[in-house]
Every structure is written in structure tokens, then in C-alpha cells.
């Protein structure tokens, strides 16, 4: 079974940087879609940014095109989303999420259990 441990969040001010990564273990990553989603406070749980197992396929949220980029190392089975220019809205929990044998990210199967990200100067 596919078990997933987000790391990276932190504290950071306006217009700072962080990477967040995504570790797996259990199983293989190389065969699943993986997913960034966020939470901030007294909102939904949104998406963020999903790559393929492959790397081919990438898409990203409007509100953090051109900021955001998500990368796989599938020889170390880690995700990785690099956030730019980072703004107050940005704040909220990052969860990465999993679903083996696929290229898409709707109905992800395993999930983490989120890192913090704050922005506030």
C-alpha cells in the first residue's frame, strides 16, 4: 500500500520561496499520477498541481501558474512542488495525494497527512 509524508512547509514572508516534497513508500511511484492539493482555513480542499507517472502530463491551478512547478524523482519515489513568489493566499495545509496506474488526479486514492504552509510578513 502506498503511503505518502509531505515535508517543507514553513513560515515564509510575501514573495518568498519553499519546496514542498512528497516521499512515498510501500509501493512504487512511478506508476501513479500524484497530486498536490491545499486546505486554508474555512475553505474547501482545492487542487493545486498534478503530474504524471511519467512526467508527460503536467497542469497546474490558475491561481498558481507561472509561480509553481511540480517535479517526480521516481529513482528516489519523491514529488516535489517548488512555490515562487508566494502570497498571503497562498496559505493553507499542502496535501500530496496518489492514484496507481493512472495519468490524471481526480479521485485520488492515497493521501498524505499535509504539511503547514504560512505566508504572513
Known amino acids: 500500500q502506498l503511503q505518502l509524508v509531505e515535508s517543507g512547509g514553513a513560515l515564509v514572508q510575501p514573495g518568498g520561496s519553499l519546496r514542498l516534497s512528497c516521499a512515498a513508500s510501500g509501493s512504487r511511484l512511478d506508476h501513479a499520477a500524484v497530486g498536490w492539493f491545499r486546505q486554508a482555513p474555512g475553505k474547501e480542499r482545492e487542487g493545486v498541481s498534478c503530474?504524471?507517472?511519467?512526467?508527460?502530463?503536467?497542469n497546474y491551478a490558475d491561481s498558481v501558474k507561472g509561480r509553481f512547478t511540480i517535479s517526480r524523482d521516481n529513482a528516489n519515489d519523491t514529488v516535489y512542488l517548488q512555490m515562487n513568489s508566494l502570497k498571503p493566499e497562498d496559505t493553507a495545509v499542502y496535501y500530496c495525494?496518489?492514484?496507481?496506474?493512472?495519468?490524471?488526479?481526480?479521485?485520488?486514492?492515497?493521501w498524505g497527512k499535509g504539511t503547514l504552509v504560512t505566508v504572513s510578513s
Open positions: 495525494a496518489g492514484k496507481p496506474f493512472s495519468a490524471d488526479c481526480l479521485n485520488m486514492v492515497y
Open positions: 503530474i504524471s507517472g511519467d512526467s508527460s502530463r503536467t
